[in-house]
């Protein structure tokens, strides 16, 4: 039996460009102080009327180009993100309906920023099972329309996009060596989305108090984001026989340029190695990690052979490394 590999890429990003200079009109910011305490310059904002699906389909359509084959030959859609168009149906379906594809499964998973992650494990295990054979994968999140504008310590932080990859099995060296995925739910306070779900209903006091953004307490998630991402990569390397000196490539990720260089500090990858787009997309959550995927792909910098490591770290908490060779 074969690995499981990624046949193809894609990605899309929301054409306006929200930069730090902007947002020092409508919060109390500054260019500077965002750049030093983030890496962040600018983040893609979403139209009013898109939707995380919208971006899905144009990353799909992208990605089955890439990867050579029809929509019609996927058998299994899965969508990571905290930012569905609705609680239900699920985004999944939203894109499987634009697909024009009947009769197969789509669902979506919420683990936050490592949800692709999280993804492309379930579709490694579905695919090795026999389950499925071609499944797309997509991580995308639209956190414009959850972020408290008026909140300076997380409104310059997001930003919205969708990275899709398509899987199935190879018959050579290529695909997933390895994988880590955790969670502790006993930390989910410290970065939710307090109301719209079962636990707090949708009222005026809720939509007033701006319950429906996301609450973070930044300073506690930076500094077990520094921790389980280091350990989420040594335990996914470990498993595969490898070490940080055998990375290719590395794509962490993109919440802040500090978690990044402090991992990379603790794997012992120099900064030649790291993809680095958060300068350009801020955290785009689930979808920052696809996205740098498909640029680097798109770009030519991936190549047969390469041992590529991708980390994550998010709400819940969660957290997650999957190893693959390309
Ligand atoms: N502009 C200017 N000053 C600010 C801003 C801002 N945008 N935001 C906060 N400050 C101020 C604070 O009020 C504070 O001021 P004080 O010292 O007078 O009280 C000071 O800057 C320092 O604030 P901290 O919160 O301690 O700053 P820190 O260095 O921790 O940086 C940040 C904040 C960037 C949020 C950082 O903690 C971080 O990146 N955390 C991790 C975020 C993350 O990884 N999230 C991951 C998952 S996201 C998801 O799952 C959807």
Same mark, same amino acid.
């Not at 009769?103 to 090795?128: M, Q, R």
């Not at 998630?221 to 921790?227: E, G, L, P, Q, S």
């Given at each position: 039996?074969?690995?499981?590999?990624?046949?193809?890429?894609?990605?899309?990003?929301?054409?306006?460009?929200?930069?730090?200079?902007?947002?020092?009109?409508?919060?109390?910011?500054?260019?500077?102080?965002?750049?030093?305490?983030?890496?962040?310059?600018?983040?893609?904002?979403?139209?009013?009327?898109?939707?995380?699906?919208?971006?899905?389909?144009?990353?799909?359509?992208?990605?089955?180009?890439?990867?050579?084959?029809?929509?019609?030959?996927?058998?299994?859609?899965?969508?990571?993100?905290?930012?569905?168009?609705?609680?239900?149906?699920?985004?999944?379906?939203?894109?499987?309906?634009?697909?024009?594809?009947?009769?197969?499964?789509?669902?979506?998973?919420?683990?936050? @920023?490592?949800?692709?992650?999280?993804?492309?494990?379930?579709?490694?295990? $579905?695919?090795?099972?026999?389950?499925?054979?071609?499944?797309?994968?997509?991580?995308?999140?639209?956190?414009?329309?959850?972020?408290?504008?008026?909140?300076?310590?997380?409104?310059?932080?997001?930003?919205?996009?969708?990275?899709?990859?398509?899987?199935?099995?190879?018959?050579?060296?290529?695909?997933? $060596?390895?994988?880590?995925?955790?969670?502790?739910?006993?930390?989910?306070?410290?970065?939710?989305?307090?109301?719209?779900?079962?636990?707090?209903?949708?009222?005026?006091?809720?939509?007033?108090?701006? $319950?429906?953004?996301?609450?973070?307490?930044?300073?506690?998630?930076?500094?077990?984001?520094?921790?389980?991402?280091?350990?989420?990569?040594?335990?996914?390397?470990?498993?595969?026989? $490898?070490?940080?000196?055998?990375?290719?490539?590395?794509?962490?990720?993109?919440?802040?340029?500090?978690?990044?260089?402090?991992? @990379?500090?603790?794997?012992?990858?120099?900064?030649?190695?790291?993809?680095?787009?958060?300068?350009?997309?801020?955290?785009?959550?689930?979808?920052?990690?696809?996205?740098?995927?498909?640029?680097?792909?798109?770009?030519?910098?991936?190549?047969?052979?390469?041992?590529?490591?991708?980390?994550?770290?998010?709400?819940?908490?969660?957290?997650?490394?999957?190893?693959?060779?390309?």
């Amino acid at each position: 039996m074969g690995r499981i590999k990624i046949i193809g890429t894609g990605s899309y990003v929301p054409e306006k460009i929200l930069t730090n200079y902007d947002l020092e009109k409508m919060v109390d910011t500054s260019d500077e102080w965002i750049v030093t305490r983030t890496g962040i310059k600018e983040r893609r904002i979403a139209s009013p009327d898109e939707a995380t699906s919208d971006m899905i389909i144009e990353a799909s359509k992208k990605a089955l180009e890439n990867a050579g084959i029809k929509a019609q030959d996927i058998d299994l859609i899965i969508v990571a993100t905290v930012t569905p168009d609705n609680l239900f149906p699920s985004t999944a379906c939203w894109v499987q309906k634009a697909l024009g594809l009947k009769d197969i499964p789509a669902l979506d998973i919420s683990a936050a @920023c490592p949800g692709f992650l999280y993804a492309l494990i379930l579709a490694e295990s $579905l695919i090795l099972s026999k389950k499925n054979k071609r499944v797309l994968v997509a991580g995308a999140e639209m956190l414009s329309k959850i972020t408290n504008w008026e909140d300076r310590s997380t409104c310059v932080l997001f930003g919205d996009g969708a990275g899709v990859a398509i899987l199935e099995e190879g018959d050579d060296e290529s695909g997933i $060596l390895s994988s880590y995925w955790a969670a502790d739910g006993s930390l989910g306070d410290l970065l939710i989305q307090p109301a719209g779900g079962s636990r707090m209903p949708a009222t005026y006091e809720t939509v007033e108090k701006k $319950l429906h953004t996301v609450h973070m307490k930044g300073n506690e998630v930076f500094k077990h984001a520094v921790k389980k991402m280091g350990e989420a990569a040594l335990k996914a390397l470990s498993k595969a026989g $490898l070490t940080g000196e055998d990375i290719d490539i590395f794509i962490p990720h993109q919440a802040n340029i500090r978690i990044i260089e402090a991992t @990379c500090e603790r794997l012992k990858v120099p900064k030649e190695k790291v993809y680095i787009n958060i300068h350009k997309y801020g955290n785009v959550s689930a979808a920052t990690i696809p996205i740098a995927l498909d640029e680097l792909n798109r770009e030519g910098k991936l190549k047969k052979g390469d041992v590529i490591l991708m980390d994550s770290f998010g709400a819940g908490f969660t957290w997650s490394a999957v190893v693959m060779r390309w």
